[in-house]
T-cell receptor, first 119, second 112 residues
Framework: GAVVSQHPSWVICKSGTSVKIECRSL??????MFWYRQFPKQSLMLMATSNEGSKATYEQGVEKDKFLINHASLTLSTLTVTSAHPEDSSFYIC???????????????FGSGTRLTVV | GEDVEQSLFLSVREGDSSVINCTYT??????LYWYKQEPGAGLQLLTYIFSNMDMKQDQRLTVLLNKKDKHLSLRIADTQTGDSAIYFCAEAINTGFQKLVFGTGTRLLVSP
């Protein structure tokens, strides 16, 4: 159990275009989804937290208008990088969570990540 | 504060034991976790420990927790080349929901 699918695995886009990344919980309903960004050889930086049906909560320093997060259902959250620029190139990882559960019991299941390269 | 720190790099030979250390700051964390990340992949939960425990063993993995010093360690016995990866410790912080704060990550390199 506890499988999270993240697509695409990698994407190359031109500067100025938008890219959408999907995160799906396949066998459970995720009340909360987290989006992380990881720079090379660095730790995960939490970008935002989204709860189904409500607006995402962004961490300090993360541009809401650039990184649009939608959590329309209990199994799907999307991150759209709008007007992407080369500095947005990074590894983006989502995590799906069931409220009140610890990480080892559907509390935090990670997707496989998306490598975004903006040229 | 929410700073979780780890040493950046560890190199061992195959068959040796590896010890990865972590220092966290939030004493109210109920669970502490160890994750493994292989190149280009997401994070895989390796093991965890509840805050009222001192030690937990799971096959080749041993987790030690010193709550007084806020120090967590992961020992991998008989380290294999397949263990080469980045290891992250994480503490669970309750902010209305459980939020994981990750350490800086330790890159483990196992040589034959």
């Amino acid at each position: 159990g506890a499988v999270v699918s993240q697509h695409p695995s990698w994407v190359i886009c031109k500067s100025g275009t938008s890219v959408k990344i999907e995160c799906r919980s396949l066998d459970f309903q995720a009340t909360t989804m987290f989006w992380y960004r990881q720079f090379p050889k660095q730790s995960l930086m939490l970008m935002a937290t989204s709860n189904e049906g409500s607006k995402a909560t962004y961490e300090q320093g993360v541009e809401k208008d650039k990184f649009l997060i939608n959590h329309a259902s209990l199994t799907l959250s999307t991150l759209t990088v709008t007007s992407a620029h080369p500095e947005d190139s990074s590894f983006y990882i989502c995590s799906a969570s069931v409220e009140g559960q610890p990480a080892f019991n559907y509390g935090y299941t990670f997707g496989s990540g998306t490598r975004l390269t903006v040229v | 504060g929410e700073d979780v720190e780890q040493s950046l790099f560890l190199s061992v030979r195959e068959g040796d034991s590896s010890v990865i250390n972590c220092t966290y700051t939030d004493s109210s964390s109920t669970y502490l976790y160890w994750y493994k990340q292989e190149p280009g992949a997401g994070l895989q939960l390796l093991t965890y420990i509840f805050s009222n425990m001192d030690m937990k063993q799971d096959q080749r993995l041993t987790v030690l927790l010193n709550k007084k010093d806020k120090h967590l360690s992961l020992r991998i016995a008989d380290t294999q080349t397949g263990d080469s990866a980045i290891y992250f410790c994480a503490e669970a912080i309750n902010t209305g929901f459980q939020k994981l704060v990750f350490g800086t990550g330790t890159r483990l390199l196992v040589s034959p």
